[in-house]
């Protein structure tokens, strides 16, 4: 696409319906880490970084990178601004989460190398292929590789059908063994920025295409398995049953219930997926196996209500004759967005829509909470309509992804104007 002829706004739309055609279920976006897709996409990007003039590597976690040099020598030019967002996707997935990220930054890199913009550090642009954590019982894996916040137990995790991300990554062309290779040195980068859709209703209820992200949300997720005694659906009478779906059914209401009482403090929780064994329908159902997703805007908020979920399986586990555990598969804290970046981002945002932005918490997960270990975060978030997200009705007007990569621009430029190698 030449840069001249077409508005930015376009330029974005048509690379993110490109990336959207890239899909494991045609008419459904679905695009997991480490599968075909992934690679597919990752191509692309990389095929556009390069056009925006950045040279290109896949590392060894299947994330692509693309570097531009500092543009002119001197003291910290070694040093590196850090630009990314995800290009894997949920189920049925909308197509601007992760994805408006990864090509916000390639654009950005575009316009200033044609404004003739001289950095004086190196930019890179990230596209992370695991974020969403749909595919495997973890999350955040590309990002938690550059930022050295890997740990090693994860490479044994399976997914639905007992493929390890280990046996994935070799399939994918990745290498398990130098994943920890990966980490950036601390010191050896100035902050990670990301461009991401809020993904919930708060900029298109104040006509705001923008905001400033404050803090993105404290985040549990966890395997709770309830087991009881499967048998026969005509002759167990009720009153001796142990029956797993049925205690599934009274915790998830005992989740809700819990939630809405911690509503103050933002708390959500979300039971996304579900398997009851042996799964026939004249069996009692001796084994249940389901998600919990618990977030809230302070860590206290978080855990609390964790301890009281918990406190309340334990009754319902005693009272039902049924064994109920749960297991940590992922826990984040409050990742709180660096007050010089959200100092840049709020005044390029003023520059560019002519308003002081609002600032907003992320009660959606990010590659931020984990570049946090390596470096300082800050978010641009972008409206969607209705606040719509994880879901193909999620939608961005293309004059607020071009005002977005403006955004982008600005708050490079006046990282660049600030900078000081000695930080
Ligand atoms: O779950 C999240 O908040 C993010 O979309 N991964
Ligand atoms: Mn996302
Ligand atoms: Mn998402």
Not at 228 to 254: C, F, S, Y
Not at 361 to 366: D, E, F, P
Not at 397 to 403: I, K, W, Y
Request: hydrophobic letters at 45%; aromatic letters at 4%.
């Amino acid at each position: 696409m030449n840069r001249v002829e077409r508005p930015l706004g376009e330029r974005a739309q048509a690379m993110i319906d490109a990336l959207a055609s890239i899909t494991a279920e045609p008419g459904k976006l679905t695009r997991l880490y480490l599968t075909e897709e992934h690679r597919e996409a990752a191509r692309l990007v990389g095929e556009w970084m390069r056009r925006a003039g950045m040279t290109v590597r896949m590392d060894a976690a299947g994330t692509m990178h693309g570097v531009l040099p500092a543009g002119r020598a001197g003291p910290g030019s070694n040093r590196r601004l850090l630009v990314g967002s995800h290009i894997d996707t949920v189920v049925d997935a909308g197509r601007f989460d992760g994805t408006l990220g990864v090509i916000a930054g390639i654009l950005a890199v575009e316009e200033m190398r044609g404004r003739g913009v001289s950095l004086p550090f190196e930019l890179e642009v990230l596209a992370f292929g695991d974020e969403e954590g749909v595919r495997f019982p973890k999350t955040l894996i590309g990002s938690s590789a550059v930022s050295g916040a890997l740990g090693d137990t994860m490479l044994d995790l399976a997914d639905a059908d007992g493929i390890t991300i280990r046996d994935a990554l070799l399939s994918f062309g990745g290498d398990p063994d130098s994943l920890a290779d990966e980490a950036y040195l601390p010191g050896s980068t100035i902050g990670y920025l990301e461009v991401h859709i809020e993904q919930g209703p708060v900029l298109d209820q104040a006509a705001r295409p923008l905001g400033v992200v404050s803090a993105i949300a404290s985040q549990g997720r966890y395997r709770i398995s309830i087991k009881g005694e499967a048998g026969h659906a005509g002759t167990v009478p009720m009153d001796i049953r142990h029956d797993a779906l049925a205690a599934a059914a009274q915790v998830m209401l005992t989740i809700e219930e819990i939630a809405l009482k911690h509503a103050k403090a933002s708390c959500v929780a979300t039971v996304g997926e579900i398997k009851a064994m042996p799964g026939a329908g004249n069996v009692i159902p001796g084994l249940v196996e389901f998600s919990l997703d618990l977030r809230a805007a302070t860590d206290e908020a978080r855990t609390t209500a964790f301890e009281a979920i918990r406190y309340r399986l334990r009754n319902i586990g005693a009272k039902r004759g049924v064994l109920v555990s749960v297991e940590t598969m992922h826990e984040k804290p409050v990742a709180t967005c660096a007050p010089r970046l959200k100092t840049a981002i709020a005044g390029a945002i003023e520059r560019t829509t002519g308003k002081k932005p609002i600032a907003l918490m992320s009660g959606a997960g990010h590659d931020g909470q984990a570049m946090i270990s390596l470096t300082d975060i800050g978010m641009i978030f972008v409206r969607c309509r209705a606040g719509i997200s994880h879901n193909p009705l999620e939608h961005v007007e293309p004059e607020d992804l071009g005002t977005a990569v403006e955004a982008l621009v600005g708050t490079i430029e006046s990282i660049a104007t600030d900078y000081d190698p000695g930080e």
